[in-house]
């Protein structure tokens, strides 16, 4: 199993960016997917989810109405748009893939650091 996100970088509050991760190794319909986010000194927090079809999605209260997560099968990839971003959205994000066998044998990709300040 890989994941390997992209899409990170410096954006100044307000702005826009989207992050992209590339999933293979596994039958990325399958499985429904996520977008999470880590700052120094906290815990991983959830931020937006998929189901496998990409019909149902669900996300954290701080980013409702800002950020929109969608995949697509052909291509094996789930995106996460984020939009009118504030400084408090600046942490890693990570893609993960869960695991039948419960959250700690869950698939992460390396992280992509998103960063917003003026």
């Known amino acids: 199993v890989q994941l390997v996100e992209s899409g990170g970088g410096l954006v100044q509050p307000g702005g826009s960016l989207r992050l992209s991760c590339k999933a293979s190794?596994?039958?990325?319909?399958?499985?429904?997917m996520s977008w999470n986010r880590q700052t120094p000194g906290k815990e991983r927090e959830l931020v937006a989810a998929?189901?496998?079809?990409?019909?149902?999605?669900n996300y954290a209260d701080s980013v409702k109405g800002r950020f929109t997560i969608s995949r697509d099968n052909a291509k094996n990839t789930v995106d996460l748009q984020m939009n009118s971003l504030k400084p408090d959205d600046t942490a890693v994000y990570y893609c993960?893939?869960?695991?039948?066998?419960?959250?700690?044998?869950?698939?992460w990709g390396q992280g992509t650091q998103v960063t917003v300040s003026s």
């Open positions: 993960k893939r869960p695991s039948r066998y419960g959250d700690a044998f869950a698939y």
């Open positions: 998929i189901d496998r079809a990409g019909a149902v999605t």
């Open positions: 190794g596994f039958t990325f319909s399958m499985y429904d």
